[in-house]
């Protein structure tokens, strides 16, 4: 090469050098823009929801997706209505959520959710009106039967029950309850979805179900504060009361502090629901019976599975899934149900899936 054309190569050169920044970047938009958009979105900020998003990520990976995973700072229907909007601005294609209101959220999500967007619904479900493909989670009234047993094996000659719980409109929590009154009365597993299970569960305060009644069920809207309050004044105003029970993950360590305030640790019987890490040091140490526990890393994992597939192929949802999630169908549509677990400080010869030790590590590497 002459001396002249060297000269001439140098700033062509030098504009693609300078220009390299750019087309990698440009290129790296491009395959990103290709990639399927998934909002998962759920109903609180709490550590439950955080190993969800570990899962969505993980199927991010897994799926080739671009998930952007969100918590609402207030857990209300409104910020959740605001997150999707922004969602759709954004160009989500799929959405996964955990409606807090079914009723209404059924209605406005029929509205605002365009047509080529597909809406799953994880961990609570829609009303059966939902324009929704399908629901991800645990069979809420089942994992309750658990709870109402667990109950039983530990209070066995009868109980006076308070429930707490963030809210009487969530579907899901609506459904424990079913399912909890359908255990304490005694009912089968199967029987917790028959309509005897939901007429139990109309009946007004206090609820008689033989040796067992339910005095009331007191909500907080997702505070752990609001919840400790409610369980002294409970214990306060009713001290008849030997046996408390948590809907969410908030509650049973509310549900601790409020008995260890009152100085009644061993007097009060306690049973939750979820794996907060307080309720699994209270499960070792004796102080709570035991609790069921969902699989959210299975919920995010599962649901960007879901919504990828769905996106690929025109709205079709996949045929094959993991062995360890069942297919229904109800009126509502599919559902795809990962099993609950029950959880206690060891095999007493009652309900037990894992005892609380193998639980914890497990639990500590997903969130890792």
Not at 144 to 173: F, H
Not at 254 to 273: N, T
Not at 306 to 326: F, R
Request: glycine share 8%.
């Amino acid at each position: 090469m002459s001396q002249n054309s060297t000269k001439a190569f140098k700033p062509i050169l030098l504009i693609v050098i300078a220009m390299i920044p750019l087309m990698v970047s440009l290129y790296v938009r491009f395959h990103q823009n290709n990639k399927p958009k998934i909002a998962v979105i759920t109903n609180c900020a709490v550590d439950f929801w955080t190993i969800a998003g570990k899962g969505a990520y993980a199927g991010a990976k897994a799926f080739d997706a671009d998930v952007e995973f969100r918590m609402p700072a207030f857990p209300s229907a409104a910020e959740q209505h605001r997150i999707v909007e922004d969602s759709l601005a954004k160009g989500a294609q799929g959405i996964a959520i955990s409606p807090i209101d079914a009723a209404d959220q059924t209605v406005v999500f029929n509205r605002i959710i365009p047509k080529g967007v597909y809406l799953i619904a994880q961990d609570s479900d829609f009303f059966k009106e939902s324009k929704r493909k399908c629901y991800v989670g645990t069979d809420n009234i089942k994992a309750g039967w658990r709870v109402g047993k667990l109950v039983r094996e530990v209070l066995p000659s009868g109980a006076k029950i308070v429930i707490y719980g963030s809210s009487t409109d969530q579907l899901n929590l609506q459904q424990r309850r079913q399912g909890i009154i359908a255990g304490l009365a005694g009912l089968t597993e199967n029987e917790s979805k028959s309509e005897v299970a939901y007429q139990l569960l109309r009946r007004p305060y206090p609820i008689s179900l033989g040796k067992y009644t339910v005095i009331a069920t007191m909500t907080d809207n997702a505070d752990r504060e609001k919840c400790y309050a409610n369980v002294v004044d409970t214990l306060v105003k009713h001290p008849e009361v030997n046996c408390l029970v948590g809907l969410c993950c908030h509650n049973p360590p509310a549900m601790m502090l409020g008995v260890e305030k009152l100085k009644k640790e061993g007097q009060i019987k306690l049973v939750g629901f979820d794996e907060d890490e307080m309720t699994l040091l209270n499960i070792k140490n004796g102080n709570i019976h035991g609790t069921v526990v969902q699989n959210p890393y299975v919920f995010g994992y599962e649901s960007v599975r879901i919504l990828d597939h769905c996106i690929k192929n025109n709205g079709k949802l996949p045929s094959d899934m993991p062995k360890n999630i069942t297919r229904e169908q109800n009126e509502n549509g599919p559902q795809y149900f990962v099993a609950p677990r029950v959880i206690k400080r060891s095999n007493d010869g009652g309900l037990f899936d894992m005892d609380v030790d193998t639980f914890a590590a497990d639990l500590k590497q997903k969130k890792s």
